[in-house]
């Protein structure tokens, strides 16, 4: 090959590299304001929150092209740095030393790769139509944080990363997630969950979880996550009523079971009572079991905090529930502790 053909062939190659990122760039809209959606009198106006769907729109586009220039302008994207940042904290085993590793292997080829890229179109179409068309719903998870809140950051639509995630001033929810196959709603509710995090989060920090060493530590990992997860649970409980989706989250289904809340809730206080009683004793595999029932399989956490939330509520009054989240975890549980005095059911167990 002569250098000026191979250098003809490198010119050539740069110019369609360029086209294909400009070409990139173009495709993705730029994301749209709270601001932008409603009248300026609007109270949500004065909310400064973003609503980015670039990540779920480059992954579609990677599935079918292939092109690293597309993974490559993912890995820059504020929605691969909120992912990253959020699985360093709550050390989710993935890779964590990059947001190109990170990208790179949730979108590594997979059998469900096909199924997924189907449930985050369908995610996509709904989330930039019906979600954005009234985004009222905001108010739902606002209703539940202190007046004082303001939104600073974005709600992603992403892919492959959990079911929905908050740190810092930003929230996600995962496009492909099977979750989102038969309802489309879902995506609404989830949003609400994953933005009260982001609220109850700019007043209680999380922790770090590889920094738990001790019993008591985990201890306060779960008072935290009763709180946070319980109050998200409860701050959507109204909407999926009104809108008859109760039965469409295991969660919903469970809080309408009272036996099953009451054998629950047993559990709970059973498994809070053992890492109460363990100390500043090593944080062993047995004490971390519990965190296994707290965040899954039972997941004992959301739903039993999801019933402190509106057992408070209904005695004391929203007001005092939000009040709690400024005052934190211990507070929340021993304000449930008062007002179930007066619910025999709620304290049937403790």
Same mark, same amino acid.
């Given at each position: /090959?002569?250098? =000026?053909?191979?250098?003809?062939?490198?010119?050539?190659?740069?110019?369609?590299? %360029?086209?294909?990122?400009?070409?990139? %760039?173009? /495709?993705?809209?730029?994301?749209?304001? *709270?601001?932008?959606?409603?009248?300026?009198?609007?109270?949500?106006?004065?909310?400064?929150?973003? =609503?980015?769907?670039?990540?779920?729109?480059? %992954?579609?586009?990677?599935?079918?092209?292939?092109?690293?220039?597309? @993974?490559?302008?993912? &890995?820059?994207?504020?929605?691969?740095?909120?992912?990253?940042?959020?699985?360093?904290?709550?050390?989710?085993?993935?890779?964590?030393?990059?947001?190109?590793?990170?990208?790179?292997?949730?979108?590594?080829?997979?059998?469900?790769?096909? &199924?997924?890229?189907?449930?985050?179109?369908?995610?996509?179409?709904?989330?930039?139509?019906?979600?954005?068309?009234?985004?009222?719903?905001?108010?739902?998870?606002?209703?539940?944080?202190?007046?004082?809140?303001?939104?600073?950051?974005?709600?992603?639509?992403?892919?492959?990363?959990?079911?929905?995630?908050? =740190?810092?001033?930003?929230?996600?929810?995962?496009?492909?997630?099977?979750?989102? &196959?038969?309802?489309?709603?879902?995506?609404?509710?989830?949003?609400?969950? !994953?933005?009260?995090?982001? +609220?109850?989060?700019?007043?209680?920090?999380?922790?770090? @979880?590889?920094?738990?060493?001790?019993?008591?530590? @985990?201890?306060?990992?779960? !008072?935290?996550?009763?709180?946070?997860?319980? /109050?998200?649970? $409860?701050?959507?409980?109204?909407?999926?009523?009104?809108?008859?989706?109760? +039965?469409?989250?295991?969660?919903?289904?469970?809080?309408?079971?009272?036996?099953?809340? *009451?054998?629950?809730?047993?559990?709970?206080?059973?498994?809070?009572?053992?890492?109460?009683?363990? +100390?500043?004793?090593? %944080?062993?595999?047995?004490? $971390?079991?519990?965190?296994?029932? /707290?965040?899954?399989? !039972?997941?004992?956490?959301?739903?039993?905090?999801?019933?402190?939330?509106?057992?408070?509520?209904?005695?004391?009054?929203?007001? &005092?529930?939000?009040?709690?989240?400024?005052?934190?975890?211990?507070?929340?549980?021993?304000?449930?502790?008062?007002?179930?005095?007066?619910?025999?059911?709620?304290?049937?167990?403790?």
């Amino acid at each position: /090959m002569s250098n =000026f053909f191979r250098i003809a062939c490198l010119l050539v190659a740069g110019l369609a590299l %360029a086209f294909s990122e400009a070409g990139l %760039a173009h /495709m993705s809209p730029e994301p749209l304001t *709270l601001r932008d959606l409603v009248s300026p009198g609007d109270p949500l106006a004065q909310q400064d929150l973003t =609503f980015d769907t670039t990540f779920a729109q480059l %992954a579609i586009q990677y599935f079918d092209s292939n092109n690293a220039a597309v @993974l490559k302008q993912l &890995a820059q994207s504020p929605a691969a740095q909120h992912l990253l940042d959020h699985a360093r904290n709550f050390d989710y085993d993935m890779p964590k030393d990059s947001t190109q590793s990170l990208v790179t292997h949730l979108l590594q080829p997979s059998p469900q790769r096909a &199924a997924q890229a189907k449930v985050c179109q369908s995610s996509l179409d709904y989330f930039t139509t019906r979600m954005l068309a009234d985004p009222r719903w905001v108010n739902d998870a606002l209703h539940y944080l202190p007046t004082d809140f303001r939104f600073h950051g974005a709600l992603f639509l992403t892919f492959g990363y959990d079911i929905g995630v908050a =740190f810092g001033p930003s929230a996600s929810l995962n496009c492909g997630h099977r979750h989102f &196959a038969e309802h489309d709603s879902e995506l609404m509710y989830y949003a609400i969950h !994953e933005l009260h995090h982001v +609220g109850f989060m700019s007043y209680q920090p999380p922790p770090r @979880l590889s920094g738990i060493k001790t019993c008591r530590e @985990l201890l306060h990992l779960v !008072e935290y996550s009763t709180q946070l997860e319980g /109050m998200a649970v $409860w701050a959507a409980y109204a909407r999926r009523d009104r809108e008859h989706a109760l +039965g469409d989250d295991d969660d919903y289904v469970a809080l309408q079971d009272e036996a099953r809340m *009451l054998r629950d809730e047993a559990l709970y206080f059973k498994d809070l009572h053992y890492l109460e009683e363990r +100390g500043d004793a090593p %944080a062993d595999a047995d004490a $971390w079991t519990v965190i296994e029932r /707290m965040s899954s399989g !039972e997941r004992l956490w959301y739903r039993v905090g999801a019933r402190m939330a509106q057992t408070i509520e209904q005695v004391a009054g929203r007001p &005092a529930l939000v009040g709690l989240i400024k005052t934190g975890p211990g507070s929340f549980l021993e304000k449930y502790r008062l007002v179930a005095q007066s619910q025999p059911a709620a304290t049937r167990n403790q």
